[in-house]
Each structure stands twice: as structure tokens, then as C-alpha cells.
């Protein structure tokens, strides 16, 4: 994913420059299309973001999800997708 992509987004627009840093390393890091490791990354990166003092907000989260599902196929998409759902309703208990 270029460099600039957040930067260009609208969707973006109003995330902290210190967020779009953050994203930007991350997005470097994403070369996978395997909805597995893209939650191991996001687990990481999660766990990165608290040690900077970074959070998201759920709409940022969701979005930058929906970008990194973008390399991947139809079959990995679902399978992220539930991957997501199970670990959304771990957050809820």
C-alpha cells in the first residue's frame, strides 16, 4: 500500500498526525492477503499503538480493516470477517 494513501483519503482527513504516522508503518508492514495473519497483525499493531499511547476510535478501526481486506479474496475477506465478529464479541463480555 503506497505511503500517501492516507494521507490522500478523505476518510482521513481528520486523524492525528501521530496516528497517520502510525498507520503509515503499519500499512508498510501488510504484504499479506491471509486473513490469519491480518489478525495476528492487527492484534499487534493494537498492542504497538497502546505502548505510543495511540488509540482508535471503532470507526477508524473498522476502516483500516476494510483496507487491509482489500488484498484479499473473497474467501479470506469472509473468513477475516469472522475472525472480526469473534473478536468483537470477546470485547463486548
Do not use: H, Y
Not at 508503518?25 to 492484534?43: C, D, P, R
Not at 499487534?44 to 482508535?56: D, L, Y
Request: aromatic share 6%.
Amino acid at each position: 500500500m503506497e505511503q500517501d494513501f492516507f494521507k490522500n483519503n478523505e476518510k482521513f482527513s481528520g486523524i492525528s498526525p501521530e496516528k497517520l504516522e502510525f498507520l503509515m508503518k503499519f500499512a508498510s508492514q501488510n504484504k499479506s492477503g491471509n486473513a490469519k495473519e491480518m489478525s495476528n497483525m492487527i492484534l499487534g499493531a493494537v498492542n504497538n499503538a497502546k505502548q505510543e499511547g495511540i488509540s482508535f476510535t471503532p470507526n477508524e478501526t473498522d476502516l483500516i480493516i476494510e483496507i487491509l481486506k482489500q488484498n484479499m479474496s473473497p474467501e479470506e475477506q469472509r473468513k477475516a470477517d469472522q475472525i472480526l465478529m469473534l473478536m468483537r464479541g470477546m470485547r463486548k463480555r
